[in-house]
């Protein structure tokens, strides 16, 4: 089960932490406010209130094992900052940090950030999915839960062709469109990515390639990403 810590439950933040707990991760909320740490805390696995930008405070909970902490600061961008700073410290794998404006963005990813949201564009659902099957690189939901996503095939699928595949047999979901990045599939003498709209049970996966997949949010989600 992956686990992720969200730092910082105002709208945002909360918003994320119950998202990703209905995808079936473990997580971890945080805020030094005791009011949003008790809202929340029987809808995740763990909610505490403590500094944030407290290193040891932060390894007591585990926050140095995660898979990613998200900081849903958003208005004591200092805080924000300081956060990142000390998860920075921490040595988490993956960070993602809250951003209000572009420069705040700029000065996030300087010290340290892998990613940063800025909540006005992205919705906590969709950053959540995100976190959670980040091998999926693009997503459009066409009903609650299910949706037609892209993904890059992984080195499992290099090499075979999709009736060896059976996608909708052993992963649920449906081919709609494929593309392939480049080398032995790929029009040499035209050097062009070749785009197959209607994929065959003969077509060739190579790793790399671009499929466009449909099926429900935990199928996709359950694709390898190896």
């Known amino acids: 089960m992956p686990r992720f810590a969200v730092i910082g439950l105002g709208r945002f933040g909360s918003q994320l932490a119950r998202a990703l707990t209905r995808t ?24 505490v209130r403590l500094d944030s930008t407290d290193e040891e405070a932060l390894r007591s909970q585990g926050v140095d094992k995660v898979e990613a902490a998200i900081v849903g600061i958003g208005q004591d961008f ?4 300081l956060t990142t700073v000390t998860l920075k410290s921490l040595k988490v794998r993956y960070i993602c940090a809250r951003a209000e404006q572009q420069t705040h963005g700029e000065i996030l990813r300087r010290i340290g950030a892998d990613e940063v949201i800025f909540p006005e ?7 959540a999915f995100k976190l959670w099957a980040p091998h999926i690189s693009e997503k ?9 996503a892209q993904y890059t095939a992984p080195a499992s699928f290099d090499g075979k062709t999709l009736l060896e595949l059976q996608l909708r047999k052993k992963y649920h979901v449906n081919l709609i469109g ?19 709209n209607v994929p065959q049970p003969d077509s060739m996966i190579h790793k790399g390639d671009l499929l466009w997949l449909a099926g429900s949010d935990e199928d996709l989600a359950a694709l390898p990403d190896k």
Do not use: Y
């Open 140 to 148: 459009l939901e066409f009903a609650e839960g299910f949706s037609l």
């Open 24 to 47: 079936g991760a473990e997580v971890i909320a945080i805020d030094k406010d005791h009011k949003s740490v008790e809202q929340i805390s029987k809808e995740v696995a763990v909610a």
């Open 78 to 81: 200092e805080a924000n900052i």
């Open 121 to 127: 564009d992205e919705s906590a659902q969709r950053w």
């Open 178 to 196: 494929l593309r392939h990045s480049g080398g032995p599939a790929a029009d040499e003498k035209k050097n062009k990515r070749q785009i197959i």
